[in-house]
């Protein structure tokens, strides 16, 4: 399989867009990336931004970025964040 920025098979053209239009390097592209690595278990915003060292409130706007552009979906898992509360399961879209 080709990797994440560049895998096409199965998938429609809008989203093959907007995936190739995502930077690796940008913090847009290391949210997709820590998602991506994080297979069938998918990421919570608030894993992602301690796997990143970097603050929620710096993820959450890319997730809803990434989900926008067709990168991610919502899983339909929910895991609870430190507070005690529901929280959605992100995967790359497929």
């Not at 098979?9 to 998602?35: C, F, N, Q, Y």
């Not at 990421?43 to 929620?56: C, F, G, H, K």
């Not at 991610?72 to 509360?85: F, M, P, T, V, Y």
């Amino acid at each position: 399989m080709d990797d994440l920025f560049t895998y096409t098979a199965g998938k429609t053209d809008t989203s093959v867009e907007a995936r190739l239009s995502i930077d690796a390097t940008t913090l847009r592209g290391r949210v997709l990336k820590a998602i991506a690595a994080a297979g069938a278990n998918g990421l919570t915003s608030n894993e992602i931004a301690a796997q990143l060292a970097v603050d929620y409130s710096a993820v959450q706007p890319r997730t809803s970025e990434l989900r926008q552009l067709g990168a991610i979906e919502d899983s339909g898992d929910r895991r609870l964040n430190a507070k005690g509360k529901r929280v959605i399961v992100w995967r790359v879209a497929g």
